[in-house]
């Protein structure tokens, strides 16, 4: 796997580099509760060598994913941008043998990628990749599903939460990633388009009377970000 760990600095030194401290605790906690896999490791330099960027979960978090999605006792995992499909292994090893994950991403070629790194981790019957964009695809969809990861573009976050909670049923998790980027999201004149888009997103989470939503923030290897939580009630 490519290193992303640029420091090799003594603990001592690294306190005082938050970012660097991040970064030397979830590698303690990673290579405690993160077992060792050739397949996701695989997966990990597969989407560097075709030139995917380097924005895939970190592992903790694909841990975190997996068992949100065992906690469901998911059967059918929606997962809204697949990249190359890292998160999508982490989610789909959840499933039971009859189980499906439908992935969505508007990109052929991370798409393909994603492919070849779902079949190398013998997921291909359970994964089914969709092309398009997700404002398309996601119409096309019949529900309900009972985990849902939303990880696009995130301008679109609110319209695709909209669609997810047409596709769940009472239990259903929906998960949205990227939610706090740095604490930006806190910043009412904010004019980045994905920052403004996650603010939208919450203000429809906050308004919608059939969720209850929690927002967990994180810092890691790859900064200060969060997810959000969303449980549908009814
Ligand atoms: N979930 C992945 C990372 C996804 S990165 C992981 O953690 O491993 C975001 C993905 O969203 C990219 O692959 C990008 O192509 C896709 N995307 C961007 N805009 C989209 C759209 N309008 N519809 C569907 N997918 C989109
Ligand atoms: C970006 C997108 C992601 O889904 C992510 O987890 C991190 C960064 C991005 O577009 O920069
Ligand atoms: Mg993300």
């Known amino acids: 796997m490519p ?15 938050p970012a660097a401290e991040w970064i030397a605790v979830e590698d303690y906690l990673d290579a405690l509760f993160v077992p060792p896999d050739p397949v996701l490791d695989a997966a990990r330099r597969a989407s560097a060598a075709a030139g995917l960027p380097d924005i895939a979960v970190t ?13 469901v006792g998911a059967r059918r995992i929606l997962e809204v941008g697949t990249l190359g499909g890292y998160s999508t292994v982490w989610l789909a090893r959840a499933l039971p043998d009859d189980g499906r994950l439908i992935t969505l991403d508007v990109n052929a070629t991370h798409l393909e990628v994603a492919r070849e790194n779902i079949a190398r981790a013998g997921l ?11 404002l398309e695809t996601l119409p096309q969809l019949t529900g309900p599903f009972d985990f849902i990861f939303i990880d696009a573009d995130k301008a679109n976050s609110a319209a695709y939460f909209s669609w997810c909670l047409r596709l769940s049923r009472p239990g259903t998790l929906i998960v949205v990633d990227n939610v706090i980027r740095d604490g930006q999201v806190a910043d ?3 004019t980045d388009p ?13 308004a919608e009377p059939r969720v209850s939503a929690v927002t967990l923030q994180t810092v890691g290897s790859k900064g200060y970000d969060g997810f959000l939580l969303v449980r549908v009630n009814a």
């Open 3 to 17: 290193s992303r760990r640029p420091f090799s600095r003594p603990v001592s030194d690294q306190r005082r580099d």
């Open 124 to 134: 291909t019957a359970l994964v089914e990749p969709r092309l398009g964009p997700a």
């Open 188 to 190: 009412a004149g904010t």
């Open 59 to 71: 592992p903790s978090q694909g841990q975190f994913l997996q068992l949100l999605a065992r906690l």
């Open 194 to 206: 994905d920052v403004l888009g996650i603010r939208r997103l919450n203000e429809a989470v906050a």
